[in-house]
């Protein structure tokens, strides 16, 4: 069973920094391109980054572009989401996703995502 948990969330001033990280167990990490989403209140969710198995491929939504990056550790099957000049748009519920795959690609559509971790809360104030 595939098991995905993230953490690192929590309350952060508008331009400030958090990491986020993700923790899976349940699968050949290597295989599995991973994403995160987020969620504001009231909001569908929406993509965020990906990054593929090997980690030699990386897309961003428009809205985080040069300011978070996505990054995974397969020795340690963790992948994290590095956010930087946080905005309070940012404000969401961040959730860790993964999909068992042989190829080097980064979906973006929740619809590809097969495991689902709980989400980690992220507040940006003004």
């Known amino acids: 069973q595939v098991q995905l948990v993230e953490s690192g969330g929590g309350l952060v001033q508008a331009g400030g920094s958090l990491r986020l990280s993700c923790a899976a167990s349940?699968?050949?990490?290597?295989?599995?391109?991973m994403g995160w989403f987020r969620q504001a209140p009231g909001k569908e969710r929406e993509f965020v980054a990906a990054?593929?198995?090997?980690?030699?491929?990386?897309s961003y939504a428009d809205s985080v572009k040069d300011r978070f990056t996505i990054s995974r550790d397969n020795a340690k099957n963790m992948v994290y989401l590095e956010m930087n000049s946080l905005k309070p748009e940012d404000t969401a519920v961040y959730y860790c996703a993964g999909q068992r795959t042989l190829y080097e690609y980064t979906p973006s559509r929740e619809i590809e995502y097969q495991y689902w971790g709980q989400g980690t809360q992220v507040t940006v104030s003004s």
């Open positions: 349940g699968t050949t990490f290597s295989l599995t391109t």
């Open positions: 990054i593929s198995g090997s980690g030699g491929t990386t």
